[in-house]
Structures are given as C-alpha cells and as structure tokens.
Nanobody
Framework: VQLQASGGGLVQVGGSLRLSCAAS????????MGWFRQAPGKEREFVAN????????YYADSVKGRFTISRDNAKNTVYLQMNSLKPEDTAVYFC?????????????????WGQGTQVTVSS
C-alpha cells in the first residue's frame, strides 16, 4: 500500500488542523492505521492508531482529548483531527499502515509509511 499524507500547515496556538492520509489499493480496510510525529532532533513518536474497521482507537497521552483519528474505508483515507493545538505539537506528521486488525504504538510494527506533512504551531 502507498500512503500520501496532506493537510499540514501553520496554525496559531489553540487552532485546529485536519490531516488526511490517502492510501492506494483496494485492500485498505485490511490495514490498521497509525499517525506518528517527529519533531526536530527527536525520535519519531506515536500519536494515534485506529483498527481496520474504525471500531477501536488509541491515543498518546499528550494528545488525548484534543486529537481524533478516524477513517473512511470507502475513500481509502484516514484522518487526524487536531484541536487545541500547542507549540509542542509542532512536528512532521506521518501516517503508517500495518497489515493487522488493530494498530500498534511501535514504529517498527508499521511496514508502510507516507512521506510526512509539516505541522507548525506558532505562539
């Protein structure tokens, strides 16, 4: 599967952005999906994941209550709605896919990655 992330940009503190990740292929519904982010000088970190059918989601503590992951299998797309953004949310955001029912928090369990989209939150 090939992934294309989009929707990043520059936003002020407290603002919102919606990231999208479009997947190629007809087997998108077989993949659990995840969002990760990487700030300059830091390791890539888990943000959120969603099960193959959208029935289960999981969030990093740092984004819980502010971010929402969702998917539309008919459109082969996964989303990350980000609200109440903070400067510490500034990073390149990556979507990833794993051929499993449920997502993981570990980067090495996702064999497929998108190219990343920059999110910058200004104070």
């Amino acid at each position: 599967v090939q992934l294309q992330a989009s929707g990043g940009g520059l936003v002020q503190v407290g603002g919102s952005l919606r990231l999208s990740c479009a997947a190629s292929g007809r087997t998108f519904s077989r993949y659990a999906m995840g969002w990760f982010r990487q700030a300059p000088g830091k390791e890539r970190e888990f943000v959120a994941n969603i099960a193959w059918n959208g029935g289960s989601t999981y969030y990093a503590d740092s984004v819980k209550g502010r971010f929402t992951i969702s998917r539309d299998n008919a459109k082969n797309t996964v989303y990350l709605q980000m609200n109440s953004l903070k400067p510490e949310d500034t990073a390149v955001y990556f979507c990833a896919a794993a051929l499993s029912w449920y997502g993981s928090t570990r980067t090495n369990e996702y064999p497929y990655w998108g190219q990343g989209t920059q999110v910058t939150v200004s104070s």
